[in-house]
Structure formats: structure tokens, C-alpha cells
């Protein structure tokens, strides 16, 4: 750009030196005197001479200069076609790089994708070895340990576990590994076999149980049978009230049709439909909430029973499940006259048995004679209780439920040789519900239940009194009652359980005028002062009624798995309880009250 500007500038000179040049010899003579005409006219040839010269000596500098710049514009076109080519071939150059590296990305991206697709063969062709490998080794081991036997059709798995437990009681009740929580003694009450006074230590194996399932494939349903035995029988006072309690001790026995269509049908004794459940309605231990507790007699406030019962439930989605049973009725009665038959006496033994009879006996010489008086362990029952639950489940909120209990009380007045006899009948009604909800899923559960209603202790775990026989007209009254149980499951560990619950049962008054006299359960005119002494002193009643108001349980327990293999669990466990039961105050105001701290330490060895 610079040279052709050089250019255009020596151009324009030129031309105007041409415009001068043409104007000077264009331009008209002045008018001389004639004399002068030659000398002018030489003259003036003279200067045109030396103007052309000049001209042509600036038009030789011009041209001289013009080619100069012309060498010097062929030379700069010359470097700009050089530069030109230069870059060309740099781009060819580029272009021909960037294509090589192209086909190198290219050939690196097809053999990385091919060494990621042997690397993933070999992967596969690993998880495909290790998992046969484990395949094997789960087969061999299925074959060396099985966890079922197979026989004609049916796969049957043992269980159970055998265990040995220590306990520490600080008053005495002589009641083996089960605490009769609605009769610790009170004050200084000695009588019943209970002692205020003495502690008592053992060691005991009668919680060991052995267990049978049995599971077949019947087209569309599936067939599950289970049977669990104890030790806990309690011959000859054995009845079925809270849970049968004959020798050897049935704890469990029912079978199951699962169809595909979401129904099933249960009968046997299982654990009752009252009883909180983890998961929907099943019958299978890990479906049920029972606490992991030491305590035989479990924990005052949970709900529960095993007893004959018939079962059916429905899957209705995927979170509903609807179940209905009918339930082996027994009702515990607080007492009736020699008038009232068809009742079944409710005692203080293991799980609150009824007491078969009670015996005296008396010396003469060398002669003891001892005499039974016998009561009554059954009651004659109109009809059976019914349980109805709705639960809920959600993987992630955790298990709830609803239940309700309907219940048929009759008893028989006798009649006399001048009165006709009659029979008469009674209702009781429950409404409770649970919830297991996964705080910290598979490390904290908080659990909740309870059960609210009339005549409903028979389901209630310290065992109280469905209702009272008047002595007035001989009818039934019912005892209202609720019970509470709340708590936290914890696995801190793989290997470790700690868990807290506190329990309540409270039983309300259920009294009537008996002429001028208060009667009835929690009379305020119930004699209690022979709670209150070893010995009654002279002119004092050695009585004591102490009908329970509400019993508090408070307890923590754990556990440690020292060993867990093919072979089953080794675990050793503790626990603590404090029982508090109150009375409702009678005579005078005295309401007595107990308490009983309890220890216990175990060593089971759990079956697989």
C-alpha cells in the first residue's frame, strides 16, 4: 500500500509539469517593437531549449525514480506471493496435522474403546467366575450345612435355642424366670408366697425351646406349618388364659395357606392378632414384635397372647393388609358368691395362671391330712373373642396398625329351691394401635402400642381382671383398662442390641352399692391394712386386698453376639427392670404400694 501511494504522488507531479510545459508554449507573444523581434525570438528559443531539458532531465529523475519504485513494488509483490505461499503451505502443513492428528485421535479412541471393551469382557468374565465360584462354594455349603432338610415335597427347618439364665429379684415372688407383675408384693406383705423381706436368686434352663417349620408348594399357595415348645408348663394348674400352660408347654403351633391372589388362612395357636406386628398380619416370628427380653413374662403394657385362633387376612395393595381371627375365649373374673358357675378364677401363678385349688393340711399323731378345695380353671364361653387389624406398611416410614377387640362374657346364676336360675351375659370392647417407625434405618426403631377398652385384660400382660360379679343381682360389670408400651430398638453394631422400654397398665375402679356398702373392684371400703405387716398386730386385719390401680415397668436390656456362623449365634445378654405397682385406696385411705428391682444375665446359644 505504502508504494502505490509513492506512485499516484510521482504520477501527479508528472502531470502537472506536463499542464506548465503545455501552457508556457501556448501562451500568445507580446507585442515587441520590431527591432527587438529576432533578438527575442533567439531568446526565447534559447529558454524553450533549456526548459525542454530541463523537462526531460525531471521526466529521466521521474522515470528513473518510477521504475525504482516499480523494482520495488515487483519486489514486495514478489515477498507478498511468497509470504502467500508460505502460509499456504503452513495451512496445508496445518491441515495436513490436524487430519493426521485427527486419524491418531481417532485410531486412540477406537483402540481405548476396544481395551475398555476386552477390559469389560474380562470384568465380566471375572464377576461371571467369582459368582459361579460362589455359587459353588453357597452349594457346598448348602450341602454340608443346610439350612433346611427336604422330605416328600416338604423342606422342614429346625430351630429353637438353648439357653441358661441367672436372676435377681430384690422380693421375693417365687415365680421361676416370669415376674407375676400384678402381684409383686406390697409393703410388707408375706403372704401368697410373696416376701417383701427376702430377695431371691436363681439360675434357670426352662426358657430353652426347640422349634419345627415346615414349608411346601402347592400349585398357586404356598403351606407353612410351625411348632415351638418350652419348658414352662405348669401342671396341674394349667389353663389357657393368657396362654396355654400345660406340660410340655406349647408355645406355638398353627399352619398357613398363602394364596396367590394376596389371601391366607391361619389356624392353630399362634401369637394372637392383638400383638403388634413389624410387617403386615403374618403369623411368622420375623413379622411379629415380640421384645427381645429376658423376662419371661415379657413387659408389663405389651398387648398379647397364644392361644387357638383361626385367621384370615388379605394383602389388599402393596402398603394394606386387612386380617380377621377368632379367638379361644377365657375370662378372668375378680370373684363371685357360691350363687355364679361357668367362671374361671384368675390366680397368680406363671403368667397368671388360675390356682387349680387351694389345700391345707392338718397333723394328728403322725397322720397329716390334707384337704383341696378345688377352683375352677375354665370358663364356659358363649362365643369366641374377635380381633380385627388394619396395618400399614412403608419401606420407608415403617410399619402401622389399628386393631379392635370384640368380646362375650356369660356366667350362670344357680337357682334354689325357691328362685329359678338364669344365665347372664356381659360385652367387652378394645380399640388399640401400633406403629414401628425406623428413626435410623436398621439402627434405631422407636416402637409404640397400646389398647384401650372393657373387659379386655385377659390380652393385657400383667393379667388384671375382665370384670366383677355383683353380689347384688350376680351381673357381669366390666373393669375398664388401658395399657401403654413404648421404646427404642437399637443395633449400634452388627454384633450388639441395647434397647429401653417403659410400660403402663392402669385399671379403673368398677364399684356398685352393695345396700349401704361400696362394693366392687377398687372399693374405697376394701380392707388393706394387712399389707402393711408381717404379722398383723392384735385387733388389726390381717386382709389385704390391694386392688390394683396401675403397675409401671421400666427396663434396658442388651445384648453381644460373641460368635455368629453356620452354626448359629452364641450371645450373651443383661438386663435390668425396675416394677412399681400401686393399689386403689381402701379403708382408712391406705392404699399400699410395691416395687421389685430385677436383674437378669443370660447365655443362649441360638440354632440357625
Known amino acids: 500500500m505504502r508504494h502505490i501511494r509513492i506512485l499516484a504522488a510521482v504520477a501527479a507531479i508528472f502531470i502537472i509539469s506536463l499542464a506548465a510545459a503545455a501552457q508556457s508554449t501556448n501562451q500568445p507573444e507580446s507585442k515587441k517593437s520590431a527591432p527587438n523581434k529576432h533578438a527575442a525570438k533567439v531568446a526565447g528559443k534559447d529558454e524553450i531549449a533549456e526548459q525542454l531539458r530541463s523537462m526531460k532531465e525531471a521526466i529521466d529523475r521521474q522515470q528513473a525514480a518510477l521504475q525504482q519504485l516499480q523494482q520495488q513494488l515487483q519486489q514486495t509483490q514478489l515477498q507478498l506471493q511468497q509470504t502467500q505461499d508460505q502460509l499456504k503451505q503452513t495451512q496445508q502443513s496445518a491441515q495436513q496435522t ?23 469382557d474380562v470384568h465380566a468374565k471375572v464377576n461371571t467366575a467369582v459368582e459361579t465360584a460362589k455359587q459353588a462354594e453357597s452349594k457346598a455349603s448348602a450341602l454340608e450345612h443346610p439350612t433346611s432338610i427336604a422330605y416328600k415335597g416338604i423342606r422342614l427347618s429346625p430351630g429353637g435355642f438353648i439357653e441358661l439364665t441367672q436372676y435377681y429379684r430384690s ?110 398380619t403374618s403369623t411368622d416370628n420375623s413379622s411379629l414384635w415380640i421384645p427381645n427380653i429376658i423376662e419371661a413374662q415379657y413387659s408389663v403394657g405389651y398387648d398379647w397372647g397364644r392361644f387357638a385362633e383361626l385367621r384370615a387376612s388379605k394383602t389388599l395393595n402393596e402398603n394394606l393388609t386387612l386380617a380377621v381371627a377368632l379367638a379361644n375365649p377365657s375370662y378372668l373374673n375378680s370373684g363371685a358368691n357360691s350363687a355364679v358357675s361357668g367362671l374361671a378364677a384368675n390366680g397368680n401363678g406363671l403368667y397368671g395362671n388360675s390356682l387349680v385349688s387351694t389345700c391345707s393340711s392338718t ?202 456362623g453356620s452354626f448359629g449365634i452364641l450371645r450373651y445378654g443383661v438386663e435390668a427392670d425396675y416394677i412399681e405397682r400401686a393399689t386403689w385406696s381402701g379403708l382408712n385411705g391406705l392404699a399400699p404400694r410395691g416395687n421389685d428391682k430385677v436383674g437378669f444375665a443370660t447365655i443362649r446359644w441360638i440354632l440357625p
Open 98 to 120: 490436524e487430519n493426521k492428528a485427527a486419524v491418531v485421535e481417532s485410531a486412540s479412541q477406537a483402540e481405548t474403546q476396544k481395551v475398555q471393551s476386552d477390559l469389560s
Open 363 to 564: 397333723i394328728s399323731g403322725t397322720t397329716v391330712t390334707t384337704t383341696c378345695t378345688n377352683t375352677p380353671t375354665y370358663s364356659t364361653n358363649l362365643a369366641p373373642d374377635l380381633i380385627v387389624k388394619l396395618a400399614y406398611d412403608n419401606a420407608r416410614l415403617g410399619h402401622y396398625e389399628l386393631k379392635a377387640l370384640g368380646r362375650v362374657f356369660r356366667d350362670r346364676v344357680v337357682s334354689t329351691a325357691t328362685t329359678p336360675g338364669w344365665n347372664n351375659k356381659g360385652w367387652g370392647d378394645g380399640i388399640g394401635g401400633g406403629a414401628i417407625i425406623p428413626l435410623l434405618p436398621k439402627k434405631i426403631d422407636l416402637i409404640a402400642q397400646g389398647l384401650y377398652g372393657k373387659g379386655i385384660s385377659r390380652y393385657q400382660d400383667a393379667g388384671q381382671y375382665d370384670f366383677v360379679v355383683r353380689a347384688t343381682d350376680h351381673k357381669l360389670q366390666d373393669i375398664k383398662a388401658f395399657s401403654v408400651l413404648s421404646g427404642f430398638e437399637t443395633h449400634p453394631s452388627p454384633k450388639a442390641e441395647f434397647d429401653l422400654f417403659f410400660g403402663d397398665e392402669y385399671y379403673y375402679r368398677s364399684t356398685y352399692l352393695d345396700g349401704t356398702t361400696i362394693a366392687g373392684y377398687g372399693s374405697p371400703a376394701a380392707i388393706n391394712s394387712g399389707c402393711y405387716y408381717e404379722t398383723a398386730p392384735t385387733g388389726v386385719s390381717s386382709t389385704c386386698t390391694g386392688n390394683n390401680r396401675n403397675m409401671l415397668n421400666g427396663k434396658a436390656i442388651a445384648y453381644y453376639d460373641l460368635f455368629k
Open 171 to 280: 422380693h421375693a415372688t417365687l415365680s421361676d424366670q416370669a415376674t407375676p407383675f400384678q402381684a409383686i408384693p406390697l409393703e410388707a406383705q408375706v403372704s401368697g408366697g410373696y416376701n417383701t423381706h427376702l430377695s431371691e436368686y436363681n439360675i434357670t434352663a426352662r426358657d430353652s425351646r426347640l422349634s419345627l417349620r415346615a414349608d411346601a408348594d402347592a400349585g398357586s399357595a404356598k403351606l407353612t406349618g410351625y411348632f415351638e415348645i418350652d419348658f414352662f408348663g405348669t401342671s396341674p394348674s394349667a389353663n389357657p388364659n393368657q396362654t396355654t400352660s400345660y406340660t410340655p408347654r406349647i408355645r406355638q403351633a398353627w399352619a398357613r395357606t398363602a394364596f396367590a391372589d394376596g389371601w391366607s388362612i391361619t389356624g392353630g395357636q399362634p401369637w394372637s392378632l392383638i400383638t403388634l406386628n413389624r410387617k403386615g
